[in-house]
């Protein structure tokens, strides 16, 4: 397979979120032209999205939706589990932790951390949160694939050098700071302050 580029990557999302709506609607095939309307694209470009990742559709016929569908979760890792620690049961980590999409796409939070006393040892959403103090052993000791950052900014670094101590290669960060991670780490940034800015600069242009 070709190196696939991000922007790729988030296209090959909004596929997917348009054939799960399409196969609810009771849609069995769709065409590119169709799918690139959907989403404000041109046929030509969604043909080659997909063909990255091997022949899809029939010429003249367009897609299968439950078939495409099926291929694009593939290629995302969505058939799969994965276990997932949340850092931070703040007012974002907690709204993040009842977030039932997750779960359904195969994301399942399987532990939570917070360095506040009166939290620790709690019962939250069914799921015992525990000292941050113990971070790397117990990622670790529960095998985490992927770990999600809701800590004020001041803590992020620290607490993502730890995260990459217990050797997890994938972030998602919450906290609005410059985090720095070695090579091998993949990490996204969440920053909803700056998506609130680029609406309101939308709004101020008219674009």
Same mark, same amino acid.
């Given at each position: 397979?070709?190196?696939?580029?991000?922007?790729?990557? !988030?296209?090959?999302?909004?596929?997917?979120?348009? &054939?799960?709506?399409?196969?609810?609607?009771?849609?069995?095939?769709?065409?590119?032209?169709?799918?690139?309307?959907?989403?404000?694209?041109?046929?030509?470009?969604?043909?080659?999205?997909?063909? &990255?990742?091997?022949?899809?559709?029939?010429?003249?016929?367009?897609?299968?939706?439950?078939?495409?569908?099926?291929?694009?979760?593939?290629? &995302?890792?969505?058939?799969?589990?994965?276990?997932?620690?949340?850092?931070?049961?703040?007012?974002?980590?907690?709204?993040?932790?009842?977030?039932?999409?997750?779960?359904?796409?195969?994301?399942?939070?399987?532990?939570?951390?917070?360095?506040?006393?009166?939290?620790?040892?709690?019962?939250?959403?069914?799921?015992?949160?525990?000292?941050?103090?113990?971070?790397?052993?117990?990622?670790?000791?529960? !095998?985490?694939?992927?770990?999600?950052?809701?800590?004020?900014?001041?803590?992020?670094?620290?607490?993502?050098?730890?995260?990459?101590?217990?050797?997890?290669?994938?972030?998602?960060?919450?906290?609005?700071?410059?985090?720095?991670?070695?090579?091998?780490?993949?990490?996204?940034?969440?920053?909803?302050?700056?998506?609130?800015?680029? &609406?309101?600069?939308?709004?101020?242009?008219?674009?």
């Amino acid at each position: 397979m070709r190196k696939v580029s991000e922007s790729t990557v !988030k296209r090959l999302s909004r596929y997917y979120r348009v &054939l799960r709506l399409l196969e609810k609607e009771g849609y069995v095939t769709v065409s590119s032209k169709e799918l690139a309307k959907i989403e404000k694209l041109t046929p030509a470009q969604v043909r080659k999205d997909l063909s &990255l990742f091997g022949s899809f559709g029939t010429r003249g016929l367009g897609y299968k939706v439950l078939e495409l569908k099926e291929k694009i979760a593939s290629i &995302l890792g969505l058939d799969k589990t994965w276990k997932v620690a949340l850092i931070g049961v703040g007012n974002v980590g907690s709204a993040l932790v009842s977030y039932k999409e997750f779960a359904k796409q195969g994301f399942l939070i399987k532990l939570l951390f917070d360095n506040d006393q009166r939290k620790i040892g709690k019962n939250h959403k069914g799921i015992i949160i525990k000292d941050v103090k113990d971070l790397v052993k117990e990622l670790k000791e529960s !095998k985490i694939e992927m770990v999600i950052i809701a800590v004020p900014a001041d803590q992020a670094q620290k607490v993502v050098d730890q995260v990459v101590k217990a050797g997890i290669r994938t972030i998602l960060n919450f906290a609005p700071a410059n985090i720095k991670v070695p090579d091998q780490v993949f990490l996204r940034t969440v920053n909803m302050a700056m998506e609130l800015e680029h &609406l309101s600069f939308a709004l101020i242009n008219q674009i």
